[in-house]
């Protein structure tokens, strides 16, 4: 257990750091647009780029990993849809929000960093797979179904427009791509430029925790919102042994990609959800709440899937 204290406890203290930043310091959340420009647009995009680009083009194009990895969370998506929306009496858009804060996981901002580290750049794969096919039936999703409630009064063929450009345009799904591209090809850099993307690649994961630290402290708690009750023990509990189940059923999968895909899963809210739900004017402070509350126990949930892991208590194939 020591060794996974190791492991989490720097990890979480970045984020950490960058909550008590926010609340000590005196600067708004405008001070953040350049550090988050760099998150978004070159240092995770390096990342995604160096790991993808090493990998042999076999292992880039597992459809049945990802298929099982997207039925598994969106049965959670589908879930609490019906449970915000029949059970709860909420009306689409906020039956919408609650969905994805119960399945859209922080696989952007803590995903690499948390699964290079836990399990080496051998976890780069299932990661970019998982938050490539994910993040974009996410972007799918969320104005679907606000259009359908007559939330998003676009024509049909601008709100398809805007989703598609928002998947193919956005930086972490291109630089997957032209890492896709650059394994197939067998693309080696220069050693300039490798150095120039390794020392960008480093600097993600630190940039990116303590920029969600600053974030969350600049969206106070101010009430715990009673689907809380429900949306956390599914997001932290259920998803992950979902995902576990759902793979361990399709295939016999490589152990470390069956783990990573249960790592990512367990972790809390994204911040998108807040995003979205500003968006749409929708669920906004429930969506900072579920956030807040989500990320502070997932210490003990990411630490407790670790846990399983390297000691041998969660076997990779549930049905060898």
């Not at 298929?67 to 449970?83: D, E, G, Q, R």
């Not at 998803?239 to 490589?254: E, K, M, N, R």
């Amino acid at each position: 257990m020591a060794d996974i204290v190791a492991l989490v406890m720097p990890f979480f203290g970045m984020i950490l750091l960058g909550y008590v930043s926010g609340r000590l310091g005196k600067l708004s959340a405008d001070a953040l647009g350049w550090l988050n420009f760099l998150i978004i647009y070159i240092a995770l995009p390096a990342l995604f780029f160096k790991l993808v680009s090493r990998t042999p083009i076999e292992q880039l194009t597992r459809i049945d990993f990802i298929a099982a990895a997207l039925a598994a969370t969106y049965s959670i998506f589908v879930f609490v849809f019906l449970i915000g929306r029949f059970i709860r009496g909420s009306n689409i858009p906020e039956s919408t929000l609650q969905s994805l804060a119960a399945c859209y996981g922080n696989i952007g901002y803590m995903g690499p960093g948390l699964a290079l580290l836990a399990f080496g750049e051998e976890a780069a794969v299932p990661v970019a797979l998982v938050f490539c096919f994910e993040n974009a039936m996410h972007f799918i999703a969320a104005p679907a179904l606000m259009a359908f409630a007559g939330g998003d009064k676009r024509p049909p063929l601008i709100l398809a427009w805007d989703v598609i450009r928002k998947i193919i345009t956005h930086p972490f799904i291109i630089a997957t791509a032209v890492g896709f591209a650059a394994a197939a090809i067998e693309f080696q850099p220069p050693l300039a430029l490798q150095r120039l993307i390794d020392n960008f690649a480093q600097a993600a994961a630190p940039c990116a925790l303590f920029a969600m630290g600053v974030t969350l402290a600049l969206r106070p708690l101010k009430r715990i919102p009673v689907e809380i009750s429900y949306i956390v023990p599914i997001k932290l509990v259920l998803h992950p042994i979902l995902v576990y189940v759902v793979l361990s059923f399709v295939g016999d999968f490589d152990p470390l990609w069956v783990y990573v895909a249960v790592l990512l899963a367990s972790l809390p809210t994204a911040t998108n959800v807040f995003v979205i739900g500003q968006q749409y004017g929708v669920w906004q402070e429930r969506a900072s709440a579920t956030i807040m509350i989500t990320t502070v126990l997932s210490v003990l949930s990411v630490s407790l899937v670790l846990y399983a892991i390297k000691s041998g208590l969660l076997p990779p194939d549930l049905f060898p």
